[in-house]
Each structure stands twice: as C-alpha cells, then as structure tokens.
C-alpha cells in the first residue's frame, strides 16, 4: 500500500489531497480538498498575484488538516508528501512548497516536488487506468499544450501555444465584451443563444505545418468586431461568442488531427491510443464535441476526466508522487528542491 499526500498551491486553487494504491487494484482518491480563490480575483478580473499568495498562506493549513481528516489517514500513515513545485506563481509555490518541507521534516517522511504539468499528464491513469504511450491536450487559463505522454517523467511537448494560452483567450474575450470573469463558462453561455455563422473570424494556424497554436490573431479580430458594432447588445454578444467559440474549435480539431496522425505514425505498436484532455477549458462543450468527433474518425479512444480532476487539483499532485515512487524516480525531485515559476 502507497499513499501520498498532495499539495497544490501554483495558481488560484488551494488545494490538498490524500490518494492510495494497494498493489494490482485501481488507485482510490482518499479526500480532495479545493479552495478556489476566484471570488477574490473576480472583482479584477483576473488572477492577482498577491492576493493568491496571501490567500494560500491563510488557507492552507486548513486545507491539508482537512485532507487528512476527510481521509482517515494518519500523517504517520502517509508514504510521503507531494507538493507542486512549479510552474506558476512563485508566491503560491512558495507557500506550498515550504510547507510540505515543514511537514515532511516533522514527520519524518519524504518530500517530492511535483511539476504540475505532470500532474495534468498522470491524471487519466488515476482515472482511467491509461497505458502509456497517449496523446494528452492541455487547455487551461496558462497552458495550451498537446503531449505526448511516454511513461513517468518521459513527456515530449509536441505543440504548444505562441502567444496566448486559450483559457486566456476566452477570459480576454470575456473582458471586451463585458461578461464576468472566468470568463470560459460565461462565454460558452452566451454562445448558447447566439449565431456562429455571423462573425467570420480567422481560425489562427489551420493548415500550418508548424504544429502549434496561436490565438491573439483571433483575439484581435474580436475586438475589431466588437468595436464595429458597439454598443453591443446582448444578442450581438451572443453572436460574437458563438463565432468565437466555432473559430476556437474549429482551430483546436485542425492542430489536434495533426497530432492524431503523427501519433499513429510514431507508436504504430499503441494498439488502444487515446487522447486525454485536461485543464479548464476541456469543460466547454462544443470543444469536446469537436474533439470528440475527430477522436472517433481517427479511432482514438476519447478520455476526458471528471472535471474536479480536469482543473487544478490536489489529488492528482499525490498521484504524480505515486506514479514516481513505483517508477523509482521520487528521489530526483527531494527537499533541496526550491520552487520554479518556469519549469
Ligand atoms: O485549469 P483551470 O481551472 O486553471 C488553470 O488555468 O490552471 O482553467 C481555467 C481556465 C480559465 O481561463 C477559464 O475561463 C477556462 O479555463 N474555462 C473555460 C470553461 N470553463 C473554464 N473555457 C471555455 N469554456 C468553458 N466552459
Ligand atoms: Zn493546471
């Protein structure tokens, strides 16, 4: 038996976790606490540093007692602590780095630093039980990435974003045309009521050789739009949104077919590939259809996790530690470790 307890503090979500692996059997998520701050940031717009920081610090120390209780486990009966070391904010991965040292240290167990991102990557084995190698789309409000995931602590980043990040798109999005943030899911309710087919926004990249995204020209093509036309009403809104978000998908499928072939063409042997989502943006609906769609034409299995553990999360920080204590590789990542925005 293996359990770990997960730390999670990069971005705007406090968050605290304990999971277990009893041998062969599936692993089991043994609490899953999340804090999310964005009450705090809406009234900006946006994440605020500073105010994430001081949030963590208030928060956390509650978050990991909760976690423990909510599991039943012991701090004596854990294997070790996992803590997200980075990317992200540096003030948050300060927070929650140095406290899993201090409780590592205290309780005699080992630390592991945890890359986030590879959180996001493990986090379909945790649910589904995935065998490496598969294709992995990262779409949240900082990353936009497609990988190619080969086992533990072996990714190969085939594609990602050359200005903005799409969550980042949608929230941007969001703030022009004065819908509240985060801005994703108020886009996509909007969208719901309006016409697609009025705007003819560009699809940034479609085509390219080149296999990554690009999403300012679109942004750009946005506000050009809604400057046309303002005031805006609220069908108008609609409209830009509905366009907006078919231009998203219909970008996304073309980057993302590229990545299917070139999968197929690399690991022939892979009989069951799959393409995993994760991140915020895997919520919107006419996205997954997209994707969805063209995972069924290429005969990929499409796997998108729960949404607790789609967006950012504590338990699949725990997993990463249990993923890397099986592999032997916990120890290259240990309480020297200091936090890394850019990783
Ligand atoms: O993964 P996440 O919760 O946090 C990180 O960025 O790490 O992703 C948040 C992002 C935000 O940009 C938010 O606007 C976007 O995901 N998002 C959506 C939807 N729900 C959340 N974007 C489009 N459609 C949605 N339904
Ligand atoms: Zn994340």
Same mark, same amino acid.
């Given at each position: 038996?293996?359990?770990?307890?997960?730390?999670?503090?990069? =971005?705007?979500?406090?968050? $605290?976790?304990?999971?277990?692996? !009893?041998?062969?059997?599936? @692993?089991? #998520?043994?609490?899953?606490? +999340?804090?999310?701050?964005?009450?705090?940031?809406?009234?900006?717009?946006? +994440?605020?540093?500073? #105010?994430?920081?001081?949030?963590?610090?208030?928060?956390?120390?509650?978050? +990991?007692?909760?976690?423990?209780?909510?599991?039943?486990?012991?701090?004596?009966?854990?294997?070790?602590? /996992?803590?997200?070391?980075?990317?992200?904010?540096?003030?948050?991965?300060?927070?929650?780095?140095?406290?899993?040292?201090?409780?590592?240290?205290?309780?005699?167990?080992?630390?592991?630093?945890?890359?986030?991102?590879?959180?996001?990557?493990?986090? /379909?084995?945790?649910?589904? *039980?995935? !065998? &490496?190698? %598969?294709?992995?789309?990262?779409?949240?409000?900082?990353?936009?990435?497609?990988?190619?995931?080969?086992?533990?602590?072996? %990714?190969?980043?085939?594609?990602?974003? #050359?200005?903005?990040?799409?969550?980042? $798109? &949608?929230?941007?999005?969001?703030?022009?045309?004065?819908?509240? %943030?985060?801005?994703?899911?108020?886009?996509?309710?909007?969208?719901?009521?309006? !016409?697609?087919?009025? &705007?003819? &926004?560009?699809?940034?990249?479609?085509?390219?050789?080149?296999?990554?995204?690009?999403?300012?020209?679109?942004?750009?093509?946005?506000?050009?739009? $809604?400057?046309?036309?303002?005031?805006?009403?609220?069908?108008?809104?609609?409209?830009? =949104?509905?366009?907006?978000?078919?231009?998203?998908?219909?970008?996304?499928?073309?980057?993302?077919?590229?990545?299917?072939?070139?999968?197929?063409?690399?690991?022939?042997?892979?009989?069951?590939?799959?393409?995993?989502?994760?991140?915020?943006?895997?919520?919107?609906?006419? #996205?997954?259809?997209?994707?969805?769609?063209? =995972?069924?034409?290429? *005969?990929?299995?499409?796997?998108?996790? @729960?949404?607790?553990? =789609?967006?950012?999360?504590?338990?699949?920080?725990?997993?990463?530690?249990?993923?890397?204590?099986?592999?032997?590789?916990?120890?290259?990542?240990?309480?020297?470790?200091? @936090?890394?925005?850019?990783?």
């Amino acid at each position: 038996m293996i359990r770990v307890l997960g730390i999670e503090t990069s =971005c705007d979500e406090t968050a $605290a976790s304990v999971v277990a692996l !009893d041998g062969g059997a599936a @692993p089991e #998520i043994l609490s899953n606490v +999340v804090l999310s701050q964005i009450e705090e940031h809406a009234a900006f717009g946006g +994440v605020v540093p500073e #105010i994430a920081a001081r949030a963590h610090v208030e928060a956390l120390d509650g978050i +990991v007692e909760a976690a423990l209780a909510d599991s039943a486990v012991s701090l004596d009966e854990v294997d070790a602590i /996992a803590a997200t070391a980075g990317p992200g904010l540096v003030g948050g991965l300060i927070v929650g780095l140095m406290t899993a040292k201090a409780i590592a240290a205290a309780a005699n167990k080992p630390l592991i630093a945890i890359n986030h991102l590879e959180g996001h990557a493990l986090t /379909a084995r945790l649910t589904d *039980g995935l !065998d &490496f190698p %598969y294709l992995l789309l990262l779409v949240s409000g900082g990353h936009t990435q497609i990988v190619a995931v080969r086992g533990v602590g072996d %990714y190969q980043r085939w594609a990602t974003t #050359i200005d903005d990040a799409l969550g980042e $798109a &949608f929230d941007k999005t969001a703030k022009m045309l004065g819908l509240p %943030y985060p801005g994703g899911p108020n886009v996509e309710k909007a969208a719901a009521t309006g !016409d697609a087919g009025r &705007f003819a &926004f560009p699809r940034p990249m479609k085509g390219s050789a080149q296999p990554d995204f690009s999403f300012s020209g679109l942004k750009t093509a946005v506000r050009q739009a $809604a400057t046309a036309i303002a005031p805006l009403s609220d069908q108008d809104v609609a409209d830009i =949104c509905a366009s907006f978000q078919a231009a998203v998908a219909d970008a996304l499928g073309d980057r993302v077919g590229r990545a299917l072939a070139r999968f197929r063409q690399e690991f022939p042997d892979q009989a069951k590939p799959a393409l995993v989502v994760a991140g915020g943006v895997a919520a919107n609906r006419a #996205i997954k259809a997209t994707l969805e769609a063209l =995972c069924s034409q290429a *005969g990929f299995a499409f796997v998108a996790p @729960p949404q607790k553990l =789609c967006t950012d999360n504590a338990a699949m920080i725990a997993w990463a530690g249990i993923e890397r204590l099986r592999a032997g590789i916990a120890d290259e990542n240990t309480a020297d470790f200091v @936090p890394r925005s850019r990783w």
